[in-house]
Each structure stands twice: as C-alpha cells, then as structure tokens.
C-alpha cells in the first residue's frame, strides 16, 4: 500500500512538472504578478540617446541634460523613479531633422525680423517726436520773432513817415533810425535763416516719418506672414513616440524641446492625450508654463490611473 501511494505521488510530481514546463512563461507571469514586478511604473523605463542630426546644432550630451530635466517633471510628483538613462538601451530619443525644423527655423527668423523691426519703429518713433518737438518749439519761436519783426517795422515805418512829413528827422532821431533799420535788416536775415532751417527741420520729421510707415508696413506684412504660417497653437507633431522610442523632429530652444519629452515621456507611460490646455498632456503646445514646467491635476490624476498608484 505504501508502495503504491509512493508511486502515485512520483506520478504527480512528474505531471506537475510537465505541466509547468509546458506552461512556465504563464507561471512565471503570475509569480511576478504576485510580487508586483509587472505592474504600471514598477520599474523605471531606460532610455539611450540614439541619432541626433548636427542641423539642429545641439550635443547628445546637452539632450541627456534636458531629458533628465524631463523625466524630473514626472518624477518630482509622484516620488518615484520613473525613468533611467542607460546607454545600452534600445528605447532611444533621436533628433530627425526634416521640415517640420525647417518650418521652426523659418519661424525663429521671422520672429528674429519683427524683433528687430519692433525695435527700429520704436527708435523711429522716438526720433520723430524728438524732431516733432524741435520743430513745434522753434516755429512758436520764430512765429514771435516774426511778430516782434512785423511789429517794430511797422514802428519804424510811421517814424520815417512822421520825420518826412516834417523835412527831415534831426541828427540825434536820423541816428536812432538808422540804427533801428540795421536791426530790423539784422532781424529780417536771422528770421530767413531760422525760416529755411525749420523747414529742414520738418521736412527731417516727415522723411523720419514716412521711413517710421514703411517699419509699420514691412512689421504688419511680416506679422501677417508669420500668423497665416504659425499663427496657431500645433498639436505634439514635434516630437513622436512610436512605442520603441521618441523621434523629435523640432524645437526652437531648450525649454521647448524639455516641453516635447516630457510629453513623449507621458505617452511612453501609457497616458493619452487630456482636456486641459495647460497640462503637459494636452494635444497641443502652446499654454503650458515652458519655463517652470510642472504636472497639472489632470497630469497627476492621469498619472495615478496609469501606475496604479497613490502619492
């Protein structure tokens, strides 16, 4: 009997053994099931630095730096490591220059064009009313030297009348008019003067002007360019994550580009896109703080759903 039982376990065992042979990736599933080893986030996700173009003029070294800023704005918030550089890995982040970057570039240029025509119309503009000021100050100031002119010529012109109405002035009223006349001709040859050098004048304010118009023009053609062409918020097309790695294939500076992985980073770990337009999930860039990145409620919510997770 006792026999019997022995060969009947021997024969159990050797099923069991068959049948966990046969099925062992399924056992070894549920034992790192059991253990928490396959659940969302249990473990940090490695990346490498793969294939970076030299157009975008940015070193593998300066992307990792960036990246680890990226996978920060994750791991910050939920206190966990969530993400690893390791060179080996073969999910990589690669810069693929094509013209999505083209298009960038042309934008960078434009706004670099407007900068500086901003810049010029509002020097202009400063000269113009420096110039406007000038000329409405010395046109008050000639105005009353033409009528202080009009004023002692009429004078003098009732005096020679009066003394030649009588035969002649005496010597002492003769010299007093003489004197007066070398004035007035004095007068008259300053006001000619002051006359042509504010018409310089104006005609500098206008030609300042008109070249401050043609700014305006050149800045309005410019601004309609650059709206008709970049005018709109553009959804995550700069950067892809393709399920084996991130593809970047545009970004104006570092905080743009920190923006993107961080984005892909988030669809790396499963979270979709989300409704808010300041979340770093949202489908398109544009009011996110670029320069203080953090999760939002929505990002964070998002996040616990994914992991699996409560902090």
Sequence with gaps: MKKWLKYLFLFILISF???????????????????GL?????????????????????????????????????????????FKYNPEAEFKINLIFDERQQSSDEASDLENKLEKLDVAHD????????????????????????????????????NVAY?????GAPEDEYEKLKKEKNKLKDLYAYLEKERKAINA???????????????IDKYNSSLETYRSKFGESREFEKGIYNGQGINIYEFKETDDL????AHEFGHALGIDHLNSPTSIMYYLM???????????EEDVSALKDVCKIKF
């Design 201 to 215: 004048l104006a005609n500098q304010a206008n030609q300042t002007a008109e070249k401050e118009n043609q700014i």
């Design 258 to 261: 920190r923006m993107t992985i």
């Design 123 to 158: 020097s202009t503009l400063q000269e113009y009313n420096l110039l406007k000021s000038k000329y409405s100050q010395r046109l008050k100031d000639y105005n009353d030297k033409v009528a202080e002119y009009e004023k002692r010529m009429k004078e003098y012109n009732k």
């Design 163 to 167: 003394w030649n109405s009588l035969g």
């Design 286 to 296: 544009g009011e996110q703080n670029l320069e203080n990145p953090k999760l939002t």
């Design 17 to 35: 053994w068959g049948i966990f042979l046969a099925n062992k990736e399924y056992f070894r599933s549920s034992i790192r099931e059991v253990a």
């Design 38 to 82: 396959d659940k969302p986030c249990s473990k940090p996700l490695e990346y490498s630095i793969g294939e970076v173009d030299q157009k975008f003029g940015i070193s593998k070294d300066d992307i990792l730096e960036i990246s680890v800023q990226a996978e920060k704005i994750w791991e910050t918030e939920s206190q966990r490591e969530l």
